[in-house]
């Protein structure tokens, strides 16, 4: 599995032959990437925040997987996408996609389309990314990422995520104001009991400008073993 970080909260998974792109947003510092450049399977959408799915009409075509009212959203401004399932998946679900299985979950933030109140669009979600379909038995051999969305930390992340979707790798907001800030998260890793640990969702705005050495140095007061790994924008990383 391949994770890029074309910062903020985009990133893209390659899972075999199947790519991933989650929250397609570019207008952001930490990335060079022309959005055109890419050529997903999937686009993943955590919630419908303009910051999230600022670059998604760049994909008409592609297979959508988000709530069933954001597909619809997306649908209806942007032009024909596919859908799993015909029509999206919400929390709690899990699809395949490619040689992905993709399960939705719950993150803990407001849902309202371009942040205004006048279109919901379902729950805020995160995505946990496997190359093997979870199941209650462990399995050392499967490789997951856990991509968290805008959230809040949630008692989820220790008492389900943590010990039955066994994420090996998570991807937190640590920009504070909107989402977690650099403690919460770093609680949030030490929760998950993930082998690395990727910061996100941070410096796109003044609000979110944060120290990333305050969220190294968090984890590490947490007495966790997870790797904090601070990526340059459009940098990989191989799990």
Request: charged residues 25%; aromatic residues 10%; negative net charge.
């Amino acid at each position: 599995m391949e994770l890029t970080w074309h910062g903020h909260s985009c990133w893209h998974v390659q899972v075999d032959d199947t790519s991933l792109l989650i929250d397609p947003f570019f207008d952001n510092p930490h990335t060079d990437t022309d959005p055109e450049e890419l050529d997903p399977d999937y686009v993943l959408l955590t919630h419908g925040h303009a910051d999230h799915i600022g670059d998604v009409d760049r994909y008409e075509g592609t297979t959508l997987v988000a709530t069933p009212e954001l597909v619809e959203y997306c649908r209806d401004e942007f032009g024909e996408y596919d859908a799993v399932g015909g029509m999206g998946m919400n929390l709690g679900g899990t699809v395949e996609c490619g040689d992905a299985y993709v399960t939705m979950h719950r993150a803990d933030h407001s849902n309202g389309i371009e942040t205004s109140y006048g279109t919901s669009a379902g729950m805020p979600a995160g995505f946990v990314v496997s190359d093997t379909k979870p199941t209650q038995m462990s399995d050392e051999e499967s490789t997951t990422f856990y991509h968290a969305g805008d959230t809040g930390l949630m008692t989820e992340m220790r008492d389900v995520i943590g010990p039955f979707l066994e994420p090996d790798a998570a991807a937190l907001p640590i920009g504070d104001h909107f989402t977690m800030g650099p403690m919460q998260a770093a609680i949030a890793v030490d929760w998950l009991d993930v082998d690395h640990a990727f910061p996100m969702h941070y410096d796109t705005f003044p609000p979110i400008e944060v120290d990333t050495d305050e969220f190294v140095n968090e984890v590490a007061a947490t007495g966790s073993d997870a790797e904090v790994h601070v990526l340059a924008g459009d940098e990989t990383f191989e799990l």
